[in-house]
């Protein structure tokens, strides 16, 4: 997002967070020095989720997206307790190691009865600039079958990484590129399934009621 300063407080001493393209963003760097470390657990964690999350003014919001750190942690046992999750989106890379964590995550949610929309195979594969061919980099089909359905798959690509940095969204800067068609889908395909599930609680609801 390449948004790093400290959120303002407004009257009702709640942080005002920032944004970058219409997009509201806080993260605890943002509260801590930015050659800090956090080395937090237990009610730490909580309390900090809590500030982030009910201490800000964040108005009416289309999604709301918490980027956590991999793992099974204290961060994601505390959302899900204090936060109404709709559903998580499980990220890997190529590597055996993150793929056994996200195995893990999913495990981990599953005993929760925390829905999973799927996961995002992120620099799965890249396109030779030169010769246009494909090189894949996922190579274990095995582990890569043992995790939940497949949302879609984001190539390693420079372009998109210097978007990153810079905090420009790669739809912007770049529109009519096939990144940037494939992140497009990728949020189409969340908002849909989102959507299903609000329908279908919706419906439970009706029936409840009859």
């Known amino acids: 997002m390449n948004v790093q300063s400290e959120p303002l407080l407004n009257d009702k001493d709640r942080m005002i967070p920032p944004e970058n393209y219409n997009v509201k963003c806080l993260s605890m760097g943002m509260l801590t020095p930015l050659d800090g470390s956090i080395i937090w657990r237990g009610p730490l964690v909580m309390s900090a989720i809590q500030r982030l999350l009910k201490g800000a003014e964040w108005g009416p919001l289309d ?7 991999p793992g099974t942690g204290d961060v994601h046992l505390s959302l899900n307790q204090h936060v109404p999750v709709t559903g998580v989106i499980l990220v890997s890379t ?27 195979e992120n620099m799965r594969y890249s396109i030779c600039e030169n010769c246009k061919n494909r090189m894949e980099f996922f190579k274990k089909e095995i582990s890569i079958k043992s995790l939940p359905s497949k949302l879609i798959s984001i190539p390693l690509d420079a372009h ?20 940037a068609n494939l992140f497009t889908r990728l949020a189409k395909e969340i ?19 009859n």
């Not at 999604?63 to 750190?69: A, F, H």
């Not at 190529?94 to 995002?120: C, D, F």
């Not at 998109?160 to 990144?179: L, Q, R, W």
């Open 63 to 69: 999604i709301l997206v918490v980027d956590t750190p």
């Open 94 to 120: 190529p590597h055996t190691a993150s793929i056994q964590v996200t195995i893990r995550g999913a495990k981990m949610y599953e005993k929760m009865n925390v829905p999973i929309l799927g996961v995002v």
């Open 160 to 179: 998109i990484a210097d978007c990153s940095e810079a905090g420009v969204p790669v739809v912007v800067k770049y529109p009519n590129s096939e990144y």
């Open 191 to 209: 908002c849909s399934l989102i959507e299903k599930k609000n329908d279908s609680k919706g419906d439970k609801s009706d029936a409840s009621l």
